[in-house]
């Protein structure tokens, strides 16, 4: 008797990579020639090795970085394509790059941010700048002072409204851009709005509460929650025994579990780095082995 036996085999697909590119963006640094331009492309990859190749479209040799620089000698639309390869998927995408004007006009513009969602005095304020076609830069902050940086940052040290006004320079042409910030003086109330604490994984599933004091006065006490990490609160509580002076009175926290002897984490700060650190919405703790947290402040006069 003769049996007939059939062999199916299934292998796995193999993944070849995969490769999307969504735009490329472009920046002209200066506003005369020679152009110097910044290329960056946005794009999805796969897993695995990735190459990238620019063409600039004047015959010039072939880039390889991700994000390159290149110098145009002459004015001109230029078509710039890359390519992005992943592993055994590549793909391509152009834009037109015009630069057919022998100079270009200066845009000048920043933003700004800062730690705090209220500039308080004194309060640090960090400058971005987004002006297009511009070599060098002059900064007025309007109390003062000045700076030669592309993107500065400044301290307000007194409370005041301050026009900071940028001037963008390329070839002996300027251009500028203003904008008004209001510095509050600094602020007489603190509100502890959220405290959120991580615990090692011993005190999984135990009940927990946390309490506040301030210059060693009880300021307030959370309800218990469960430990199931990060745990938070909503204490929404104005600080009590606080009246404006940021000194070397201390606010400190204890997390406690019920019926435990002693708190299982202690964290505090002067209010004097409160002030140094120019008045953060979020303060952070990181004392190692498991134990850290998040407390969120809301400032007001």
């Not at 059939?6 to 200066?30: H, P, Q």
């Not at 042409?173 to 600094?186: H, P, V, W």
């Not at 218990?224 to 990060?230: I, L, Q, W, Y």
Request: hydrophobic share 35%; with cysteine.
């Amino acid at each position: 008797m003769l049996i007939a036996v059939t062999f199916t085999f299934s292998g796995c697909k193999k993944d070849k990579g995969n490769v999307e590119i969504l735009d490329i963006f472009y920046t002209v640094e200066n506003c005369s020639l020679p152009f110097t331009v910044d290329y960056e492309a946005d794009f999805s990859v796969g897993s695995g090795d990735i190459s990238f190749s620019w063409d600039f479209g004047d015959g010039s040799a072939a880039s390889t970085e991700k994000e390159p620089v290149h110098i145009y000698q002459k004015t001109g639309l230029y078509q710039v394509t890359v390519t992005i390869t992943n592993r055994e998927v590549s793909k391509m995408k152009s834009i037109n790059v015009d630069l057919q004007s022998e100079s270009l006009p200066i845009i000048p513009e920043f933003t700004y941010s800062s730690n705090s969602s209220v500039l308080w005095a004194p309060s640090e304020i960090f400058f971005t700048n987004t002006s297009r076609h511009a070599t060098t830069f002059w900064w007025d902050f309007g109390d003062g002072d000045f700076s030669s940086k592309t993107s500065p940052s400044h301290i307000f040290d007194d409370a005041g409204s301050y026009t900071v006004r940028m001037y963008a320079i390329c070839n002996g042409d300027t251009s500028m851009f203003s904008d008004n910030l209001k510095i509050e003086s600094a602020p007489s109330k603190i509100e502890i709005e959220t405290i959120t604490v991580w615990l090692p994984d011993s005190y999984t599933n135990a009940d927990l509460y946390c309490k506040v004091f301030f210059d060693g006065f009880k300021e307030g006490e959370t309800s218990t929650a469960v430990g199931s990490f990060p745990v938070s609160w909503n204490l929404r509580e104005d600080l009590f025994f606080f009246h404006g002076d940021f000194n070397s009175d201390v606010l400190l926290f204890e997390v406690w579990e019920e019926t435990a002897p002693e708190p299982a984490y202690i964290f505090d700060i002067p209010m004097s780095q409160i002030s140094y650190d120019y008045f953060p919405d979020k303060l952070t703790w990181n004392s190692g082995s498991g134990f850290s947290a998040e407390v969120y402040l809301n400032y007001s006069n």
